[in-house]
């Protein structure tokens, strides 16, 4: 608006100043004499303005006639282009000009404007690399994607274009969803440019998305040989990509090669835990207890994980708790501050029946580390020590309402995942999924504080109405009474915790 104002003021004080200078030159007196073959020629001071004006004129179309002039000499000398060169120059610079708008106009947005530019550009210019590359993108911004894809196809046809046209068939492909087609353009794309990151980027998601590994680690290593990708990054990505190629080793049939890239992703990256566990599965399945508790304890020293644990116990599967507890001493000595160490003691000494020592494993993580795991845990103890029914489900009922704890979480989506993958099952992005706790955690119910006195409630309900019964056990939602006179019953029906 003050742009507007700022233009309008200035073309007004221009007429202005051209009015009072025509007034002056009405209000001289005397003129200019010209002097032509002895006759004299007096001008006023108007007449000299107009004469200037013509004299200038004259000149232009003098320099234009001697240019022509000049066009045709050398034509008739054998230049066969001078004359058509002579009568392009006009047009070419419409052209160019025409070029420079709709370049401005597509950078500003004007998708449908940058299009008539670029038409108009087209009809004046003989340079099609130019004029189609400008028409393809106009034509993508308006919305118009008949018109781009046409002018894209004809990109592809010049070597000079061609790369332009394949990328932007590609983007089209990827916006109708067909991702098949875009990552075969996407190779196609890369063997013209192997250097362009962006298509890096796109074959490397789609080729993830299609669980194309091989391809997928092809493509990483032309990630690091251009030098988009740091040395650290390369090698743990190349790991997740040997780790999804090595999926299933454990069926039945599985190949060596397949158990080969478990050992080989976690030789790449000691530090990921998927890895780690499965190389540590395939050395169980050969027989190498020794080099799978190698790897376990590697893994645990840099990340304690409940699926290293999971490992771990499969080593041998059929000891007793005891022997389990002392055996777990290999990975429980490691990080023993570590919440994650505390809360698999804690399940060892539950297993155990030890009560006393599982609550000092567990230490005060149920009060400061508030999440269902601990609180469950301590439900646990407090039953196992004796304590009253009241008490244990006021531990479970605190564990309705608490976060689960940490989980595998998407660095860019937040999408909470149930099991750790390659690729995050929200939006797609590859090896985004870090092993966290929620910023927003899951509550399994908004209530489960609140119905804590019902549940106390109930129970001392049914004990009072209910007078030859001592205690009550609440196994997976019923409330089944036992009978002081039958002590076996009363420890078959109590229930035990999981083991680890």
């Not at 362009?196 to 493509?219: C, F, I, P, S, Y």
């Not at 699926?307 to 000891?319: G, K, M, N, Q």
């Not at 049914?462 to 609440?474: A, F, W, Y």
Request: one cysteine or more; a negative charge.
């Amino acid at each position: 608006m003050l742009w507007s104002l700022l233009k309008i003021l200035v073309f007004v004080a221009i007429i202005g100043l051209l009015a009072l200078g025509a007034g002056y030159l009405l209000e001289t007196s005397g003129g200019v004499m010209i002097t032509v073959a002895g006759t004299e020629y007096t001008l006023g001071p108007l007449q000299s303005v107009i004469a200037l004006g013509i004299l200038i004129v004259g000149l232009w179309l003098f320099l234009k006639l001697l240019s022509l002039l000049i066009a045709t000499w050398k034509f008739l000398n054998g230049d066969e282009t001078a004359l058509s060169r002579y009568f392009d120059r006009g047009r070419e610079k419409r052209g160019y000009q025409a070029l420079a708008d709709g370049v401005l106009a597509l950078a500003s947005g004007e998708g449908r404007l940058a299009m008539t530019k670029a038409k108009k550009a087209e009809g004046l210019l003989d340079k099609p690399e130019l004029t189609n590359v400008l028409l393809a993108q106009a034509a993508d911004m308006a919305g118009d994607t008949k018109t781009a894809e046409a002018t894209y196809k004809k990109l592809v046809t010049n070597d000079a274009t061609r790369f332009v046209g394949v990328r932007g068939v590609m983007k089209q492909r990827l916006a109708e969803g067909d991702t098949a087609t875009a990552r075969k353009l996407a190779e196609k794309a890369l063997a013209l440019k192997p250097r362009h990151e962006e298509t890096q980027d796109v074959l490397l998601t789609l080729q993830t998305q299609a669980e194309d590994w091989a391809g997928a680690r092809n493509t990483l290593t032309a990630k690091l040989k251009s030098g988009s990708l740091p040395r650290d990054v390369y090698k743990r990505r190349d790991a997740v990509l040997a780790l999804s190629e090595a999926k299933g080793i454990l069926d039945e049939g599985a190949s060596i090669q397949a158990r080969e890239r478990a050992i080989e992703a976690n030789k790449l990256s000691p530090d990921l835990v998927p890895a780690a566990a499965m190389a540590a599965r395939s050395y169980i399945e050969q027989g190498k207890p020794r080099y799978a508790t190698r790897v376990l304890k590697k893994a645990w020293e840099v990340h304690p994980h409940p699926e290293l644990a999971a490992a771990f116990a499969e080593i041998v599967p059929d000891e007793t708790p005891d022997q389990r507890i002392k055996r777990f001493a290999a990975l429980t000595k490691i990080q023993p501050q570590n919440p994650e160490t505390r809360l698999l003691l804690t399940e060892l000494h539950i297993v155990a029946e030890d009560f006393p020592e599982a609550r000092r494993a567990l230490g005060d993580l149920a009060e400061q580390a508030k999440d269902a795991r601990s609180l469950t845990l301590m439900a646990a103890i407090e039953r196992g020590e004796g304590a009253s029914d009241a008490v244990v489900q006021g531990w479970l009922a605190k564990a309705l309402s608490a976060p689960r704890g940490p989980q595998w979480v998407c660095d860019k989506c937040h999408h909470i995942h149930v099991a750790w993958a390659p690729t995050c099952a929200s939006c797609g992005s590859f090896d985004t999924l870090t092993w966290m706790t929620p910023e927003s955690p899951e509550i399994a119910t908004a209530t489960g504080v609140h119905m804590l006195p019902l549940i106390v409630g109930a129970i001392e309900d049914k004990q009072d109405n209910v007078p030859e019964v001592d205690e009550v056990d609440i196994v997976e939602g019923e409330v089944i009474p036992v009978d002081d006179s039958d002590p076996e019953a009363s420890e078959s029906e109590a229930p035990k915790p999981a083991q680890a």
